[in-house]
């Protein structure tokens, strides 16, 4: 089992910037693919990236591309996401996932808060 600490939110205005960090433990972290999702007041979670286990591999939302990066560091067990040009729609909480290439269980994060002015 992994325990997944999300981290790095805050309120910033339209256009800036900030990196969400998910600090992991437990079992080996390269045996997990990582995600990040978000879930906006009144609305159903969203996919926001994805990476794969050796992080070779990435996909995005349509609506991040360009803006977002997701990225992990194997060494240190966590996973990074770099948000740049910050829309008031992207105010959300937003929540770090694992899931085990081994067993498929997933695991989520408490989700840190993301908050942003127009």
């Known amino acids: 089992q992994v325990q997944l600490v999300d981290s790095g939110g805050g309120l910033v205005q339209a256009g800036g910037s900030l990196r969400l960090s998910c600090a992991t433990s437990g079992r080996t972290f390269t045996t997990y693919m990582m995600g990040w999702f978000r879930q906006a007041p009144g609305k159903a979670r969203e996919f926001v990236a994805y990476?794969?286990?050796?992080?070779?591999?990435?996909h995005y939302a349509d609506s991040v591309k360009g803006r977002f990066t997701i990225a992990r560091d194997n060494g240190k067990n966590t996973m990074y996401l770099q948000m740049n040009s910050l829309k008031p729609e992207d105010t959300a909480v937003y929540y770090c996932?694992?899931?085990?290439?081994?067993?498929?269980?997933?695991?989520w994060g408490k989700g840190t808060l993301v908050t942003v002015s127009a």
């Open positions: 996932s694992a899931q085990s290439f081994e067993s498929g269980m997933n695991y």
């Open positions: 990476i794969s286990r050796l992080g070779l591999v990435t």
